[in-house]
Every structure is written in structure tokens, then in C-alpha cells.
């Protein structure tokens, strides 16, 4: 079992930056992949970023050039530093830790807004 948690959320106007973290605890040695995933109201959620445990990246056309992900296995921790956002980009975003061996995320955390003014 792996338990994930998110902060760094919040309110920023366009053009602002913010910068999320997930914070991994259980089972870690088992996980490969961790992603951020993202869901606006009225919309599926979407794949936002992917990062392997030897760190490919893996980023969707819609954050290209402004969002960057990172992995600290030292702390079980992954970031999400977001650039140059837009109004667009506001959703509930969410990280996801995959084992190895697996095809899917099994493992998600709680969410955390992020909410963009125009």
C-alpha cells in the first residue's frame, strides 16, 4: 500500500507560477512511476505529466515548455513546478504512483486545486 499526499495548491493569476508536491509513504520501494493528473469540472481527467523511476518524463502537448516535473527518491517526493499559467489550467490535480510490473496507477492521492484568474 502507498499513501500519497499533495499540497501546493491555490489561487495565482495568469502568467503566475505555482508549485505542487506529492508526498509518498507505505510502500515505496515498490513504485515505478508517479504522474500528475488534472480534471476541470465538466471534464475527464487527464494526463498531465509521468515520470519513471529513472526519470523519463513524459508531459502532455497542453504544458509543454511550462510545466516540469521532478522526483526526489531520497524523499519519496515528486514535484510539479508550473509556469506561465493559464485559466486553462485550473483543475483539481492529482498525483498517482504506479507499482512495478503494473499497467495502471493503482494509487492516488486527494487532489489539490488549482485555480487560475484571467
Known amino acids: 500500500q502507498v499513501q500519497l499526499v499533495e499540497s501546493g495548491g491555490g489561487l495565482v493569476q495568469a502568467g503566475g507560477s505555482l508549485r505542487l508536491s506529492c508526498a509518498a509513504s507505505g510502500d515505496t520501494i515498490c513504485i515505478s512511476d508517479m504522474g500528475w493528473y488534472r480534471q476541470a469540472p465538466g471534464k475527464e481527467r487527464e494526463l498531465v505529466v509521468s515520470?519513471?523511476?529513472?526519470?523519463?518524463?513524459n508531459y502532455a502537448d497542453s504544458v509543454k515548455g511550462r510545466f516540469t516535473i521532478s522526483r526526489d527518491n531520497r524523499k519519496n517526493t515528486v514535484y510539479l513546478q508550473m509556469n506561465m499559467l493559464k485559466p486553462e489550467d485550473t483543475a483539481s490535480y492529482y498525483c498517482?504512483?504506479?507499482?512495478?510490473?503494473?499497467?495502471?496507477?493503482?494509487?492516488w492521492g486527494q487532489g489539490t486545486q488549482v485555480t487560475v484568474s484571467s
Open positions: 515520470i519513471s523511476s529513472g526519470t523519463s518524463t
Open positions: 498517482a504512483a504506479r507499482f512495478r510490473g503494473t499497467d495502471n496507477y493503482q494509487y
